[in-house]
C-alpha cells in the first residue's frame, strides 16, 4: 500500500514538474495569442454571436452575405465604409458611412508591407465580396501592439472593425476617376490650367525671369502640398527650402515632371493624379491617427492611398 501511494505521489509530482515546465515555456507572443482568444471568444459568448477563427487569429462574424458578389481580388483597389470599436471598453474609434466617397486602399501585401493598417484586416479583407459586410474581431498583435494612443485606445488593445464593401476598382479605373475629379477641380476654380498626357496639369501663377530647369540641375525650391480639398499636408514656408537636382529620384514624379514647366523665378501650381504622387500609400484606420504615425516616422507618405495632389511651387534658383 505504502509503495503504490508512493507511485501515484511520483507520477502527480512528475505531472506538476512538467506542467510547470510547459507553463515556463510558453513565449510571450504565445501567451498575447492565448488571452487574445480567451477575451474575444468571452465577448463572443457574451454577445451570442458566431465568428470563425482564422489562421492569422483574426476572428470573422459575417453580418451580409452577397453570393453574387465579386470577389477581392489581390491588387483591387477596395472601396469600404466602417466602424471600429474597442472590445473592451466596447466604445467607438471611429466610423466612415459615405458610400459614395469610401476609404479606399489597395488589397496588397508584401513583407513588412501592409497596405491598409491594422494588418489583421490586411491579412483577412480578401474573403469578402462586394456588397457584403463582416465584422472583423482584431487581437492587439494583429493591431497596435504595445503602441496606445491618449485619446483612442490603450496599449494592447484590441479591436471590432465592421466592414461593408461598397466598390472595387482596378488601378487604371481609380486612375481616371483621379483625373475626372482633377478636371472638375480645375473647372470649379476656373483655372487656366495646361494639360499632359501623364495627367499632371499646370498652372502659371507668376512666370519667372530665368532659366527652366533640365535633366539634373540643381533647384531650389518652396512647396506646399494640398489635397483637392485643400487640406494642407505640408508647407516649407517656414523651414530651408528643398535643394536637390532634377531626376534625382529624391521627388515625386509630379514633380520631377512639373519643375522643368517653371522659369527660375517663377511661381506655379502642379496639380497630379497618385500615380504620379504617392499612389497606393497605407491606409490607416482610425484615420485620425494618419498624422501622428508619419511624425513618429512609423509610416510614409502623410498622404492618403489614391489622393490626388496639388503642389504649390516657388522656384527659387536653378543651377
Do not use: W
Not at 38 to 59: C, K, N, T
Amino acid at each position: 500500500m505504502q509503495i503504490k501511494n508512493f507511485i501515484l505521489f511520483s507520477i502527480l509530482s512528475l505531472s506538476l514538474v512538467l506542467q510547470g515546465c510547459l507553463d515556463d515555456s510558453e513565449s510571450d507572443f504565445d501567451r498575447q495569442v492565448r488571452e487574445a482568444d480567451e477575451l474575444i471568444e468571452a465577448y463572443l459568448s457574451e454577445h451570442q454571436r458566431e465568428a470563425e477563427r482564422q489562421s492569422s487569429g483574426v476572428y470573422i462574424e459575417v453580418v451580409e452575405e452577397n453570393e453574387s458578389g465579386r470577389q477581392v481580388l489581390a491588387d483591387h483597389v477596395v472601396g469600404i465604409v466602417y466602424t471600429m470599436t474597442h472590445l473592451e471598453g466596447e466604445y467607438e474609434i471611429e466610423s466612415h458611412s459615405d458610400t459614395l466617397n469610401p476609404v479606399r486602399f489597395r488589397n496588397f501585401y508584401s513583407h513588412n508591407f501592409n497596405a491598409i493598417y491594422p494588418p489583421g484586416l490586411n491579412y483577412e479583407i480578401g474573403n469578402m465580396k462586394l456588397g457584403e459586410t463582416f465584422r472583423f474581431y482584431i487581437p492587439s498583435y494583429r493591431a497596435y501592439g504595445n503602441f496606445g494612443h491618449d485619446d483612442l485606445f490603450e496599449s494592447h488593445s484590441h479591436f471590432i472593425i465592421e466592414v461593408g464593401v461598397v466598390d472595387l476598382m482596378t488601378e487604371d479605373q481609380m486612375y481616371e476617376m483621379e483625373v475626372a475629379e482633377i478636371e472638375q477641380y480645375i473647372e470649379d476654380n476656373e483655372l487656366d490650367a495646361e494639360a499632359y498626357s501623364n495627367g499632371l496639369q499646370y498652372v502659371t501663377v507668376e512666370e519667372g525671369s530665368g532659366d527652366r530647369p533640365v535633366s539634373h540641375s540643381l533647384v531650389e525650391f518652396h512647396f506646399t502640398r494640398k489635397y483637392l480639398d485643400g487640406t494642407v499636408l505640408r508647407t516649407t514656408e517656414d523651414e530651408e527650402p528643398i535643394l536637390t537636382y532634377v531626376n534625382s529620384g529624391e521627388l515625386v514624379a509630379g514633380l520631377e515632371n512639373g519643375l522643368p514647366l517653371i522659369r527660375e523665378g517663377g511661381k506655379g501650381i502642379l496639380i497630379m493624379p497618385s500615380r504620379l504622387a504617392f499612389g497606393m500609400s497605407v491606409q490607416i484606420l482610425p484615420q485620425q491617427l494618419r498624422d501622428e504615425l508619419v511624425e513618429t516616422g512609423e509610416f510614409e507618405p502623410s498622404a492618403r492611398p489614391y489622393s490626388p495632389l496639388i503642389y504649390e511651387v516657388e522656384l527659387l534658383s536653378v543651377d
